[in-house]
């Protein structure tokens, strides 16, 4: 296994569809998230991107997809490049016979938006159809061709897709050289990213740097110093973050204790494991879980299309 799928596969990274369908009018989308990767992908027509991070609007075609994340500036989507109405209220949802324009939105929950892993990504992810090569651009095309379809179960086979759509935006990224530091880049380097998939996938166990470094066939010299390069962090802490990075993401799981938690991240008690918690986050775990489902709770009262 890769390093990239042992990374999703352990973050259990899931895309909830949040609106598929046409839009007439002079529409409005405001879908700015401090915790969620929002995604868009237009079927048809034309749409403006309206973001302080951009001199003039960006224009959106049949095809295109773009992404934020969490450290986007604020932004929006509407129907003209020149005109950013105040409010949804003149939006007009329709069928995607109807509509003048047609999308697909969703979002991604991450339970560390704000841990490096993400920062180093782009904070605005613009793939234009004719930039998302042969892969990316047929599952483009498939999503929007069984969102449009409205069969039974579209809306889950559609999410679905969507969960791979953004482990190849992520490629995507890589490949492009899009980041230049943190463990997307540290991918690239073969032996990291031995050692990187032994992390993402057994996070639990002890690992000490000579067990690594046997793994991946490099001295403890050189591995320390790839890691503080791109890294920015020796293996020892770049694991002990990962470690609480999956837990929390774990915490938000329906029915998981913390002591159950604490077990599956390799740590011997509880208490060990909320001391180490809340120096990272800044908050104990059962304070985190209560803050994330309260946030999810305005979230799904405040979404607008």
Known sequence: MD??????NALNLRAKLVYSGGVCGRWL???????????HMLSKGQGWVHSPSRETPLALES??????????PKHFL??????????????RLTGWEDGES????GEIELATPRSLLWQVLPAEIVIKKNQAGDILAKLIELVISEASGQRFGSDSVVERLCDSLFVLVIR???????????????????????????????????WTVAELC?????????????????IGSSPIEYLSAWRLQIAAGW???????????AERCGYDSVPAFSKAFKRYFGNSPGAFRRGRKANETVSVLSKTV
């Open 3 to 8: 390093a990239l799928t042992a990374l999703v």
């Open 251 to 261: 915490l938000m799981e329906p029915g998981m204790s913390v002591e159950r938690v």
């Open 214 to 230: 046997s793994k991946a066939g490099l001295s403890k010299t050189v591995l320390s110093e790839k890691f503080a390069a791109l």
């Open 102 to 105: 047609g999308f697909v939105c």
């Open 63 to 72: 095809g295109d997809l773009i992404l934020f994340l969490p450290h986007a």
């Open 29 to 39: 989308m405001d879908h700015n998230s401090d915790t969620s990767v929002w995604f």
């Open 172 to 206: 995507y990224c890589i490949e492009e050289n899009l980041v230049g530091q943190g463990v997307f880049a540290a991918m690239q380097d073969r032996r990291l990213a031995t050692v990187l998939g032994l992390i993402h996938q057994q996070p639990w166990q002890p």
């Open 78 to 91: 509407s129907y003209c490049a020149k005109h950013l109405p105040d409010d949804a209220s003149d939006n």
